[in-house]
């Protein structure tokens, strides 16, 4: 006999539903318990003999304890990733079914050969808007159920064809089949009647399938084959490249820019709903950067129509700034233009159709070359002139940087410190060599203490420079004084062969150095005294 179960969210079958909760209910927790709590036997198994009989490899022993640790928390990982799918923040994005499920077969190839495969799939070209990655594990979850469920051999058709309101995906297996008692427990974690079985892959087929909004079919007769049938509603797809007909007012004789300007509110409306993420987006840009993309729209548009190049162009450089001093993100932008464009499409078509002007073939691409061509150029320029921004913010910020790494600290009218930190490079070492030259005349630095102690690491590259410095300082009439002098930068410099005895005095930290300098100076001010 067959049975019959459609798991559809919004019509629960009636008679059987209470006991099949019930029963999942049932299924969850002896799932957990046989999951979780065999490892946890183990695990403390291991710590009572760890405790009793001081063994020989106590390791061994944790290694074990470890990998069965591991095992519990996989499992509760992977239970959690199906009872809460918002964990999950794959981002949605068209995506072709008929694609993904030819790759997804591609995997089981080297079960071909005692199984047939038939493929069916019509209007290939129909996209989903959904989570792809997710989409695809449900199709393998899906096919590796059918090979597992034909033992010698046997044929599995996948089907793929759209409706007035749905894509389907129909998956059947000519093979052992699911009895009457136990199909309306698949689905359920854990539930599996196999002996290595996990029974998490139809739970996530379930949640997947429902996050999109669709609904599963699943008719299965024991001893003769399953078919699992995927229901995903077309509200939520869409036709890439279609235009759209509209409903926009005409009168006639008017040109493309007039009949633009009378249908501006249309334009808005579908720029809205073409533009989905940057909708919810509007007001906090124009109070982030007093930046009305609306009228901006509007004007870029223009600009197209009346195929005024030139200040479509500065209108591209000025967004660009205004975009990257407000560090408004580029994914909007490109969405915006890209709804733009779709829209401007539609109004196009919309003209054409209601104006009757029979425009020859050749005319209308030619304008549709033209448009394409002034809204990239848009973008062309809207992006050079925004990184342009953004390098000469990142240089300035860098000389900020570089100006702070090298904080000279003076201590006396003639001492000054130099504390180092983090780690040297060539160019870094570049910047300090530069800085601290150029510091001692206006700071009139007699003795500079360079302290270390901060440098997490110094390159082989940057040594040189920094002899050459120590070099520099001491031909400007300055003593140099290093302090901090870590083991393994000393290490450094002798396997370099490099001998700082004669170019810098050393101390062995900071405040041993200001001790002794500070108390010489002093002196000396005293005696002037
Ligand atoms: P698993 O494959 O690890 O057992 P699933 O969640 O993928 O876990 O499937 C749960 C159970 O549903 C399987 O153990 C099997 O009893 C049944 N099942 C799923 N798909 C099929 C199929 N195509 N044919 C027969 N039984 C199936
Ligand atoms: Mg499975």
């Known amino acids: 006999m067959a049975s019959n179960y459609p798991f559809d969210p919004e019509q629960p079958t009636k008679n059987n539903e209470h006991i099949s909760r019930l029963a999942a209910v049932g299924q969850i927790a002896a799932g957990i318990a046989h999951e979780v709590k065999n490892p946890l036997t183990t695990v403390k198994g291991f710590i009572q003999l760890l405790q009793e009989n001081n063994p020989k490899d106590p390791k061994a022993y944790l290694d074990l304890a470890h990998t069965e640790l591991d095992n519990a928390l996989a499992t509760l990982e992977s239970l959690l990733q199906v009872s809460k799918p918002d964990l999950d923040d794959e981002p949605y994005q068209t995506v072709n079914l008929c694609v993904e499920l030819?790759?997804?077969?591609?995997?089981?190839?080297?079960q071909y050969y005692q199984v047939e495969i038939q493929k069916n799939f019509r209007n290939t070209d129909r996209m989903i808007v959904g989570r792809k990655n997710q989409l695809k594990?449900?199709?393998f979850n899906l096919i590796k159920n059918a090979f597992e469920a034909i033992s010698d051999a046997g044929i599995i058709s996948i089907e793929h064809y759209t409706d007035e309101h749905s894509i389907h995906v129909i998956i059947r297996d000519t093979g052992v089949g699911i009895s009457e008692d136990k199909l309306p427990l698949i689905g359920t974690p854990f539930f599996t009647t196999k002996a290595s079985g996990t029974g998490m892959g139809?739970?996530?087929?379930f949640s997947v399938i429902y996050q999109h909004g669709g609904s599963i079919l699943v008719n299965s007769t024991e001893n003769e084959g399953t078919t699992f049938e995927l229901i995903l509603p077309i509200e939520s797809t869409k036709t890439i490249g279609s235009v759209n007909l509209l409903n926009l007012d005409y009168e006639n004789g008017q040109n493309l820019q007039l009949f633009f300007t009378q249908n501006r509110n249309h334009f808005e409306q579908r720029l809205l709903e073409e533009a989905v993420q940057v909708k919810h987006k509007i007001d906090e840009i124009r109070e982030t950067g007093n930046i009305d993309l609306m009228n901006n729209a509007y004007k870029l548009v223009n600009y197209i129509i009346e195929d005024r190049e030139h200040e479509m162009i500065g209108f591209a450089k000025q967004e660009g700034v205004a975009w990257a001093r407000h560090d408004l993100t580029l994914a909007f932008k490109l969405e915006w233009l890209q709804a733009i464009r779709r829209v401007l499409w539609d109004f196009l078509y919309n003209f054409e159709r209601l104006s009757g002007a029979n425009v020859k073939l050749e005319d209308f691409f030619g304008l549709?070359?033209?448009?394409n061509v002034l809204l990239d150029q848009f973008l062309n320029y809207f992006f050079i002139s925004y990184s342009s921004f953004k390098d000469d913010l990142l240089k300035s910020q860098r000389v900020l940087i570089d100006d702070l790494s090298v904080p000279i600290i003076p201590i006396s009218p003639s001492i000054c410190i130099l504390p180092l930190i983090g780690s040297i490079d060539a160019k870094r070492s570049q910047t300090i060599y530069e800085k601290v030259l150029s510091q001692i005349d206006p700071l009139t630095i007699e003795t500079l203490i360079i302290d270390l102690s901060g440098i997490a690491h110094m390159q082989i590259g940057a040594i040189d420079q920094f002899l050459r410095?120590?070099?520099g300082i001491r031909l400007m009439g300055c003593k140099p004084i290093l302090t901090g002098m870590r083991s393994d930068i000393v290490k450094l410099m002798l396997d370099q062969q490099v001998s700082?005895?004669?170019k810098a005095e050393t101390k062995r930290n900071l405040q041993q150095a200001i001790e002794a300098y500070l108390h010489t100076t002093n002196e000396i001010n005293e005696s002037v005294t």
């Open 137 to 139: 594990k449900a199709f």
């Open 469 to 471: 410095m120590l070099d």
């Open 202 to 205: 139809l739970s996530q087929v």
């Open 500 to 502: 700082l005895a004669d």
């Open 368 to 371: 549709e070359k033209r448009m």
């Open 102 to 110: 030819e790759s997804t077969l591609n995997l089981f190839q080297d």
